[in-house]
C-alpha cells in the first residue's frame, strides 16, 4: 500500500508541481492517475521510487517513509515501466529482461531461467530472447519492459504512460494483456495515463487529477462514469460516459424470457445445436443479435437490442446456445435498477 | 628528378628487412600513442559525464595542445625525454589522440537516450554503476568512430617524428627526398595508406564485435 501524506515537490525553478497531495493506493489493485499534461503524474509516481524526492509531506511504503530506505535498493523492489520503454540497447531482451535479478545478485542461471519465463507470461515468442531491442516492433518493446518490471516479482508497479507511444490495436492488446496479467498476480499496480479510455478499462481506482496534482475525484470507474463529482471532472470525462459506463456493468441482471415463448408476434428459430438462426413472424424472417449474460456488458446487450429488428436481443451461453430472450424493456428495466428505480410495470418478468 | 622512373623494384626487393622494420616501428610509435589515450580517455571521459564542470577546462586543454604544430611539440620535449627516442614522438601523439577521443568518449556516454538513462535508474542502478554498466557500452559506437579519426591522424603525424629522428615510415620521405630518388617515398607512402587501411579494418571489426546491437544505421557523430 502507498499512502501520500501531503505530499508535494516544488523545483527548484520555483515550478510547482505536485501540491499537498493525500491519496491512498491500495495493494494487489490497479490505481489509475489521469489528467491533463503537466498535472503532476509522472512526479506523484517518481515521488514513489525517490527518482523525485518531495519537497513537503511524505510518501509511505507499507508504513515505511520512502526517503529513509536507500535508493537503490528501494528501486530494485519495485517495477517500472515507461511510455519508450527505454531497453537498453546493448542488451538482447533476454538480458533486458535479467537486469533487477542481476543487479539483486542472483545467479546468472537463475536469473535467465526466471527471464526466460517472463517472456512466455507477456506472450512473446521464446526466440525472441536473442534480438537485440532495435529489432523488436513498437509493442514488442513494451512487453519487454513490462517483462523486465516483473522479472524480479516486485508486490509495486509504477507505469507511465507504458502504452501510448503504440498504435491503437497494439495498445488494445497490450491493455488486455496487462488485465490478464494483473488477475494472475494481483500486484499493487500505479498507472498513469491522459486517456480516460485507458482509466475505465484498466483502473480499479481512477484519480482524476488536475493542475498541481489536485485530486479532482477518487472513485471506481462506474461510479466515477456515472457520477461525476463536479463539471470539470464531467467534462475530462467526455461524452457518451452514460453509455460508457454500462460497458463496466454485467449483462447478467437482465431478466429473460424463456425460448419458446413468441416476442411480439416472432419467434425464435434454432439450429439442432440450440444456436439462434433468426426470428420468423409476420410472414417475414428477420436475422438475430445476441449476447452473452455471463461474459457481455450491459452496453452489449443495449446494442444488441438496438440491432435486432424485433426489439429483443438473444440471450446466448459460452458456447453461443441460445438461453433467453432479452427484450429491450428488460435491458431498460436493467438500466433502471442501475438507478434504484422501481421495475417497469410492463416487464413482469421475475429478476 | 630526371630520368629517374618513379619506382626501382630491386631497390624494394633489397631493402625488405629495412622497411618491415621501419613499419614495425611506425606502427608502435603512432598506435601504441592511440591505445594510451583511449585508455586514458575512458576514465576520463566518465569522470566528465558524473561530474559535467570538469568537461570544458579538460576538452579546452587538449584541444590547445592539438593546435600545437608537432614538430615544434617535439622539440619543446627533446630537453626532457631525448633526441630520437620513442618517447619524445609519443608523448604529444598520445595528446592528439585524446584531444580527439576524449570529446567522443563524452559524447557517448551522453549519447544514451534518455528514457534509457532513467529506466536504469528506477531499475536500482546507482550512478557508477549505471555509467559503467548503461552508458559505457552504449558508447562503443562512438569511442570506435573517434579511435578510427585518432588512428589515422596519429599515423599520418608520426611521419613527422622523422625529422627529429624518429618518424617510422617518414624517414623513406626525408632520406628520398635528400638523395632525389623517388622509390623510398612511393614505398613510404603505399606503407603508410596500408598500415591506415589495415587498422580502419581491425576498428570496424572490432566495432562489429563489440557493438553487434550498434547496427549499420547507428549515426554517429564527428
Ligand atoms: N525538473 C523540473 N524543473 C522544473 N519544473 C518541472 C521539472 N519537472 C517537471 N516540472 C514541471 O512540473 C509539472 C508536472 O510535471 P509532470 O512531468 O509530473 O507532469 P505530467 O502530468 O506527467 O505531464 P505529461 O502528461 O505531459 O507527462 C509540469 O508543469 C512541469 O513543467
Ligand atoms: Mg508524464
Redesign the interface.
Given at each position: 500500500m502507498i499512502r501520500f501524506d501531503g505530499a508535494g515537490k516544488r523545483h527548484p525553478d520555483g515550478t510547482i508541481a505536485v501540491e499537498g497531495l493525500d491519496l491512498t493506493v491500495p495493494a494487489g489493485r490497479t490505481t489509475v492517475l489521469v489528467g491533463p499534461s503537466g498535472c503532476g503524474k509522472t512526479t506523484i509516481l517518481r515521488m514513489v521510487?525517490r527518482?523525485v524526492e518531495p519537497t513537503s509531506g511524505r510518501v509511505l511504503l507499507d508504513g515505511t517513509d520512502v526517503t529513509e530506505l536507500e535508493a537503490?535498493?528501494?528501486?530494485?523492489g519495485?517495477g517500472?515501466v515507461?511510455?519508450?520503454?527505454?531497453?537498453?540497447?546493448?542488451?538482447k531482451v533476454i538480458d533486458n529482461i535479467a537486469?533487477?535479478p542481476h543487479?539483486l545478485g542472483w545467479d546468472r542461471k537463475k536469473a535467465r531461467a526466471r527471464a526466460h519465463e517472463m517472456l512466455e507470461l507477456v506472450g512473446l515468442a521464446p526466440e525472441t530472447a536473442k534480438r537485440?531491442?532495435?529489432q523488436l516492433s513498437g509493442g514488442q518493446q513494451q512487453r519487454v519492459?513490462v517483462a523486465?518490471a516483473l522479472a524480479a516479482d516486485p508486490p509495486l508497479l509504477?507505469m507511465d504512460e507504458p502504452f501510448s507511444a503504440v498504435d491503437p490495436v497494439v495498445r488494445a492488446g497490450l491493455q488486455e494483456e496487462l488485465l490478464r496479467l494483473q488477475s494472475e498476480l494481483n500486484k499493487t499496480v500505479l498507472f498513469v495515463t491522459h486517456d480516460i479510455e485507458e482509466a475505465v478499462r484498466l483502473g480499479d481506482q481512477i484519480v482524476v487529477l488536475r493542475e498541481h496534482g489536485r485530486i479532482g475525484q477518487v472513485a471506481d470507474p462506474a461510479t466515477l462514469l456515472a457520477a461525476p463529482a463536479d463539471e470539470q471532472v464531467a467534462a475530462f470525462l467526455g461524452r457518451d460516459r452514460g453509455l460508457r459506463g454500462l460497458g463496466l456493468r454485467p449483462a447478467g441482471s437482465i431478466a429473460l424470457t424463456p425460448l419458446d415463448e413468441p416476442f411480439a408476434g416472432w419467434r425464435l428459430e434454432l439450429d439442432e445445436a440450440g444456436r439462434a438462426t433468426g426470428w420468423t413472424g409476420h410472414g417475414e424472417h428477420r436475422p438475430a443479435a445476441a449476447f452473452d449474460p455471463g461474459a457481455d456488458t450491459l452496453r452489449t446487450a443495449l446494442d444488441a437490442t438496438v440491432l435486432s429488428p424485433v426489439g429483443a436481443a438473444v440471450a446466448v451461453d459460452g458456447d453461443g446456445r441460445a438461453v433467453g430472450i432479452a427484450a429491450r424493456a428488460a435491458v431498460l428495466d436493467a438500466l433502471d435498477a442501475l438507478h434504484a428505480l422501481p421495475p417497469r410495470d410492463e416487464a413482469g418478468h421475475g429478476r | 628528378m630526371d630520368g629517374e622512373p618513379l619506382v626501382r623494384w630491386y631497390w624494394i626487393g633489397d631493402h625488405l628487412g629495412y622497411l618491415w622494420g621501419l613499419l614495425a616501428d611506425h606502427a608502435v610509435i603512432s598506435l601504441v600513442p592511440v591505445l594510451i589515450g583511449l585508455l586514458l580517455a575512458l576514465p576520463l571521459g566518465l569522470l566528465c559525464t558524473r561530474f559535467p564542470r570538469l568537461y570544458q577546462p579538460l576538452a579546452a586543454t587538449f584541444n590547445v595542445v592539438y593546435a600545437l604544430p608537432s614538430l615544434a611539440v617535439f622539440v619543446v620535449l627533446i630537453p626532457y625525454t631525448g633526441l630520437a627516442t620513442q618517447a619524445t614522438v609519443m608523448i604529444p601523439l598520445t595528446c592528439y589522440a585524446l584531444a580527439v577521443l576524449l570529446p567522443t568518449t563524452v559524447d557517448g556516454l551522453r549519447a544514451v537516450?534518455d528514457?534509457?538513462r532513467?529506466?536504469?535508474?528506477?531499475?536500482?542502478?546507482?550512478p557508477w554503476r549505471r555509467l559503467t554498466a548503461?552508458e559505457l557500452?552504449?558508447a562503443?559506437p562512438y569511442v570506435v568512430a573517434g579511435l578510427r579519426v585518432a588512428a589515422v591522424s596519429s599515423i599520418s603525424l608520426a611521419s613527422v617524428g622523422a625529422l627529429i629522428g624518429r618518424g617510422g615510415l617518414g624517414y623513406l620521405f626525408i632520406d628520398g627526398f635528400q638523395r632525389t630518388f623517388p622509390t623510398p617515398i612511393v614505398a613510404g607512402i603505399v606503407l603508410v595508406a596500408l598500415l591506415a587501411l589495415v587498422t580502419d579494418g581491425v576498428l570496424l571489426l572490432a566495432r562489429r564485435v563489440l557493438?553487434?546491437?550498434?547496427?549499420r544505421e547507428t549515426a554517429v557523430r564527428r
Open positions: 521510487n527518482m537503490a535498493k528501494l528501486r530494485r519495485i517500472y515507461i511510455q519508450q520503454a527505454g531497453l537498453f540497447p546493448h542488451r537486469t533487477v543487479l537485440y531491442p532495435f519492459g523486465r509504477l | 537516450p528514457p534509457v532513467q529506466a536504469a535508474t528506477a531499475m536500482g542502478y546507482g548503461v557500452p552504449s562503443v557493438a553487434p546491437w550498434a547496427g
